[in-house]
């Protein structure tokens, strides 16, 4: 089956940092996205993961093991405008195949305070 | 301008009416697809075209239907809508060539069903 796991809310401080969790089983996995959504609003594309390793964009990292089926969210020097759910998705099937499917996580809420 | 666009972006219908939620985007991508999002449950997809003669069920397609007019063009439609059909629902689009693949999602539009 296909499943992907993240916290349902998360606090942290204006100024911190935070980590974001996600876990995966999926049938085949071609690439691990992270998406921003303020509320009401659409998600925002933030990063793609689709080796293993750290990918790096300013305040926001992410990393992916694809042999535990874990990724994390790193959010540094956190301001207000942080607040929002952020989802994580897998594109699933195989590796170069022409099929573009996203299977979303139920998203992490994030509350930021200052 | 909006690169993705989504008509209406709020309906307040009764059970068993017809309603088509319209999306239209100028990033030239081949690649478009609806969402619905509930609380709770996060995204959902529901169909998906990869090109004007490819229409593919998504995990919920079933109480929908899509047209794809025109490349730019993907209309969602409820032929008799009931409430379990309210939700918040997201066109998206991407294109193949491009690195992640990322999907770009319009604003929204909010249905409900009385």
């Known amino acids: 089956g296909q499943n992907i796991d993240q916290p349902t809310e998360m606090t942290a401080t204006e100024g911190a940092i935070v980590q974001i969790n996600c876990t995966y089983q999926?049938?085949?996995?071609?690439?691990l996205f992270w998406y921003q959504q303020h509320a009401g609003e659409a998600p925002t594309f933030l990063s793609y993961?689709?080796?293993?390793g750290l990918e790096e964009k300013g305040r926001f990292s992410s990393f992916l093991s694809r042999s535990k089926g874990y990724s994390y969210l790193l959010l540094k020097e956190l301001q207000m405008k942080d607040s929002a759910s952020y989802l994580c998705?897998?594109?699933?099937?195989?590796?170069?195949?022409?099929?573009?499917?996203?299977?979303f996580g139920t998203g992490t809420l994030l509350a930021v305070q200052p | 301008d909006a690169d993705v666009t989504q008509t209406p972006r709020n309906r307040i219908t009764k059970t068993g009416k017809r309603i088509m939620l319209e999306c239209s985007q100028t990033?030239?991508?081949?690649?478009m697809y609806w969402y619905r999002q509930d609380p709770g449950l996060g995204l959902r997809l529901i169909y998906y075209?990869?090109?004007?003669?490819?229409?593919n069920k998504g995990e919920i397609s079933d109480g929908y239907s899509v047209s794809r007019q025109a490349q730019a063009k993907f209309s969602l439609s409820l032929e008799s809508a009931i409430p379990n059909q309210t939700a918040l629902y997201f066109c998206?689009?991407?294109?193949?060539?491009?690195?992640?693949?990322?999907?770009?999602f319009g604003p929204g539009t909010r249905l409900t069903v009385l």
């Open positions: 998206a689009t991407s294109d193949w060539v491009d690195r992640g693949h990322e999907q770009f």
């Open positions: 999926t049938s085949g996995f071609n690439g």
């Open positions: 993961n689709v080796l293993d």
């Open positions: 998705a897998v594109r699933s099937g195989p590796y170069g195949g022409a099929t573009n499917k996203l299977i």
């Open positions: 990033k030239g991508h081949d690649r």
């Open positions: 075209s990869f090109d004007v003669k490819d229409i």
